[in-house]
Structures are given as structure tokens and as C-alpha cells.
């Protein structure tokens, strides 16, 4: 199976940037990707996804905000992040869909915190 870990969290400040980085021990190319969330005493939440075919949705809550994407060569998803909000705080996960089935594996994640 495809492991994957994230990277390229940290400490930022609200309206501040960081963009993260989801490596894939192996191919990636026929999988839906997506990055999830999970602040302290909540469920882990949906936040992107990208298709094997590129179409992107995202949670309400950071359209127009959040980038996903991936690179296929690279095996590499990507979550660039603007405009961050203290709401925002949480471990990210990178995880991946096959077919119509989520993985219900997580990694370690990267910590993500917005505050001033």
C-alpha cells in the first residue's frame, strides 16, 4: 500500500502562508488525494481533494483561501495554504482514495498553528 507523510507545518501568524507537502512512498497516479484536518477534541474534518484526474473541491470553510495539487512524477500532494486563519490550527493529513474506497490509514500529520 502507498504510504504517505506530510510535512511543512508550523507557526504562523494569521494572514500568513505555509504550504504543505504530502510524500508518497510510491506511485500515485491513479488515486484521489486529500488533505484532512484535526484540531484538539474534534473529529478530523475534510478540507481538500484532487481527483487521479485534477478536479479539486474544498470545505467551505477555506475555498478561495487553499490551493491543493499534486505531482504525478514527483509522487507529491501539495496543500498551499493563504490568508490563515487562527481556525485554521490543526494537524493536516495527506490521505488517499483508490477506486471509491478512502484508506483508513493516517500518518503522523503536520502541525499547523496560526496565532499571534
Known amino acids: 500500500q502507498v504510504q504517505l507523510v506530510e510535512s511543512g507545518g508550523g507557526l504562523v501568524q494569521p494572514g500568513g502562508s505555509l504550504r504543505l507537502s504530502c510524500a508518497a512512498s510510491?506511485?500515485?497516479?491513479?488515486?484521489?488525494l486529500g488533505w484532512y484536518r484535526q484540531a484538539p477534541g474534534k473529529q478530523r474534518e475534510f478540507v481538500a481533494g484532487?481527483?487521479?484526474?485534477?478536479?479539486?473541491k474544498y470545505d467551505d470553510s477555506v475555498k478561495g483561501r487553499f490551493t491543493i495539487s499534486r505531482d504525478n512524477g514527483k509522487n507529491m500532494v501539495y496543500l498551499q495554504m493563504n490568508s490563515l486563519k487562527p481556525e485554521d490550527t490543526a494537524v493536516y493529513y495527506c490521505?488517499?482514495?483508490?477506486?471509491?474506497?478512502?484508506?483508513?490509514?493516517w500518518g503522523q500529520g503536520t502541525q499547523v498553528t496560526v496565532s499571534s
Open positions: 490521505q488517499k482514495k483508490y477506486g471509491s474506497t478512502w484508506s483508513d490509514r
Open positions: 510510491r506511485s500515485i497516479v491513479l488515486y484521489d
Open positions: 484532487i481527483t487521479s484526474g485534477g478536479l479539486k
